[in-house]
């Protein structure tokens, strides 16, 4: 086959990919769920950060940062560009995913060209790849499932093809190669940590191999990971402590709570492998293992020429290397999800198409007189068959969700309209059709100001529903995903006469949904403006003052959403500092406002001028510290620790500040004594958080 031809099929195959994907989208109403509506959230706000989505506008590079906490920014970037010009709605966004696999697609066949020779024979193996990769079930799940695992199996596949391409000993070491690998494993990070899990051990693999070949290789692999921590370094300087707030909780405490397998279990190990046949169909996974197994024998019959030689062993070696060491490492990860090992689906599709190619050889060679069509004629039908599975599990998914209740609530509270005041929808039930996620999504289209929060999740809730919230949703009948708490909730807000009823709205599979505003005589207590300067000012207390202001803050950014505190505070404390330069309450106010808007730099300035004015007191120094330490600058961090430890003695908080800070500043001989002076701050803090420790009641 030319080049001509089978780029043009290669661009068929994804043309038809993607008409499939419209066809679903379109009998689909979109409506999305959980994980789906936060990621189209994510879009929204970042083409909004970029200007390019109503509500929105440039407001510099920390601001763009901001909106990342968690998760790598790139896919939302990318996402958020194209809800740019695709619309706003659900099924519209979604054309990104058509972008994605596009990626996936002609990434799985410039890897395929890598296996085979020759020429020609390579591409019709490609053809044959792509196509697997394009019916896969799991993957086909995935384009059209608005979530991260199509662009990460995207820029993952794009990475470990170009990584092989680089790492192989005939045909690589040149520098685009290593640089365009680089790029490739930059570009994966920046769309989700998980993308480790598969590059990691590629990335070993390829830089030992680097380090044994020597030459312009070592400079090319360092420059590679120079390139990768340039681009990975702001979102990571920024987000770093939240990333890691983020993982623990979406990997290790999701799986103790979803009671996933152990990791060295049996079960654990066992977990992905029986997903496989449902992830690939049951007729690609077996026809492709016997092929292989075929192959196998003729390698050891030592008929090499029916057997194709499989002469690009280099290549095959990456390939299987680099499946079973992702393989190996995915499994490490504690949160166990069918969807987790999308990124490694590409190179098995690759390894099995090869089986199924060796059937094609096989036919040729068993009726040679009809191999111009047979093989070809053979492959189509297996193809047919093993597009039931997909088309089943698809078929499935294929149930209209109605967006009438979730529209209509929004519309009513306000949402989607670019000229209504900001507003925050208290969402108590929590279901696949309506939650707080979706409520943003659906209140901030076309530059909407309403945002949904959840509430319930404690009787502590109540009090501050009933006294701060103006909009709330409740249910009646199933509530979905909600604590026993919640109903607690939903009782006082109906029986409080703080809140009256506006509207009822039917939903189509039984029960309703019912919102609820402030009444306009009802009084609210003193506001979190008014009460905010006295909590920052008991961070003066130390550790003792830490629980008040963030479970107020907690809940406040519940309330309001929009944290529309954060701006009338900072004009007023502004305001106060020109009036009287030595006001220690609006310097604690613009403190914490720095804190809780993730500006070390600023936060630092302000607990340095506290420092000067209150000499006698360790905290304004200890919070410097943790302050520098969390905008990465560990060696400000430890000097301004070992100064107030000279200053005030040795507080074990200030003492395991300066050893810790020095230890991530390079000071690793200083590790022992970092490790026995972090539980002593920890107990510290503990006993200053226990009421009877502090002498109350």
């Excluded at 695709?86 to 979604?94: K, T």
């Excluded at 681009?231 to 770093?240: A, C, E």
């Excluded at 696949?432 to 289209?445: A, K």
Aim: aromatic share 8%.
């Amino acid at each position: 086959m030319g080049a001509g031809p089978f780029r043009l099929c290669l661009i068929l195959i994804w043309v038809v990919s993607t008409a499939a994907d419209r066809l679903w989208w379109g009998l689909h109403a979109g409506l999305p769920s959980w994980d789906q509506a936060d990621y189209l959230n994510s879009a929204l706000d970042h083409g909004r950060a970029l200007g390019l989505l109503a509500g929105g506008g440039w407001q510099g590079w920390n601001a763009l940062l901001d909106l990342s906490p968690k998760i790598p920014p790139l896919a939302s970037l990318v996402n958020g560009t194209v809800m740019a010009v695709a619309g706003d709605a659900p099924s519209q966004a979604a054309w990104t995913l058509s972008l994605w696999n596009a990626l996936l697609l002609f990434s799985s066949a410039g890897w395929a060209l890598q296996l085979l020779r020759p020429r020609g024979s390579a591409r019709g193996f490609a053809l044959l790849a792509v196509s697997s990769v394009a019916l896969a079930p799991m993957l086909l799940e995935l384009r059209t499932d608005y979530v991260l695992e199509l662009p990460l199996t995207a820029l993952v596949t794009l990475a470990l093809w170009r990584l092989g391409a680089w790492w192989r000993p005939r045909g690589g070491g040149h520098w685009w190669q290593a640089l365009l690998a680089a790029f490739a494993v930059a570009l994966s990070l920046l769309v989700k940590q998980s993308a480790l899990l598969v590059l990691l051990p590629a990335l070993g693999w390829s830089l030992v191999a680097a380090q044994r070949i020597g030459g312009g290789r070592r400079l090319q692999a360092l420059a590679g990971l120079i390139l990768v921590l340039v681009s990975v370094f702001p979102w990571l300087r920024h987000n770093w402590i939240t990333t890691l707030g983020g993982t623990n909780r979406a990997v290790i405490e999701s799986a103790a709570i979803e009671g996933d397998p152990g990791v060295f279990s049996m079960e654990g190990w066992l977990w992905y492998l029986r997903h496989l046949p449902e992830q690939i169909g049951l007729v690609m996974l077996c026809i492709g293992i016997a092929g292989l197994l075929l192959l196998l024998m003729l390698f050891r019959s030592g008929n090499t020429a029916s057997s194709n030689a499989l002469d690009c062993k280099a290549a095959w070696r990456w390939l299987i290397g680099t499946l079973l060491l992702g393989w190996v490492f995915t499994n490490f990860s504690p949160n166990k999800d069918s969807r987790y090992i999308a990124p490694l689906l590409p190179p098995l599709l690759l390894l099995l198409s090869r089986g199924w190619w060796q059937w094609g050889l096989w036919i040729r060679q068993r009726w040679p007189s009809r191999s111009a069509w047979l093989p070809g004629l053979a492959l189509t039908a297996g193809a047919l068959v093993a597009v039931a599975p997909a088309w089943t599990a698809q078929s499935a998914r294929l149930r209209p969700r109605n967006r009438f209740p979730l529209q209509a609530i929004v519309e009513r509270a306000g949402g989607a309209d670019p000229v209504a005041d900001p507003t925050t929808l208290i969402v108590v039930p929590s279901t696949p059709d309506l939650n707080q996620h979706n409520v943003s999504f659906y209140g901030r289209r076309n530059g909407g100001r309403l945002v949904g929060r959840q509430l319930g999740g404690s009787t502590d809730h109540i009090r501050p529903v009933l006294d701060h919230a103006n909009w709330v949703l409740l249910a009646e009948g199933d509530q979905g995903s909600v604590r026993r708490s919640a109903s607690s909730v939903d009782q006082a807000v109906r029986e409080s006469g703080v809140f009256k009823e506006v509207e009822v709205f039917p939903r189509p599979e039984g029960g309703s949904y019912s919102l609820w505003r402030r009444r306009i005589d009802s009084e609210s207590p003193v506001g979190f403006e008014q009460r905010f300067p006295q909590l920052a000012a008991g961070l003066a207390k130390g550790p003792a003052g830490l629980d008040p202001v963030f479970s107020s803050v907690a809940i406040e950014h519940m309330i309001d959403g929009h944290f529309s505190y954060r701006a009338p505070l900072r004009r007023e404390a502004l305001e106060r500092l020109k009036q009287d330069s030595s006001d220690d309450s609006a310097r604690w106010t613009l403190a914490l406002l720095a804190v809780l808007s993730n500006r070390p730099a600023e936060a630092s300035h302000h607990f340095e001028l506290l420092e000067q004015s209150h000499p006698e007191s360790p905290w304004p120094s200890a919070y410097r510290s943790v302050v520098l330490l969390a905008g990465w600058n560990p060696w400000s961090a430890a000097s301004v620790a070992s100064v107030a430890v000279g200053r005030h003695g040795r507080n074990p908080i200030l003492v395991s500040l300066e050893s810790l800070s020095a230890v991530l500043g390079g000071a690793i001989w200083r590790l022992p004594e970092a490790v026995q002076s972090v539980p002593s701050a920890v107990t510290t803090v503990e006993e200053s958080l226990n009421p009877q420790a502090n002498g109350s009641s």
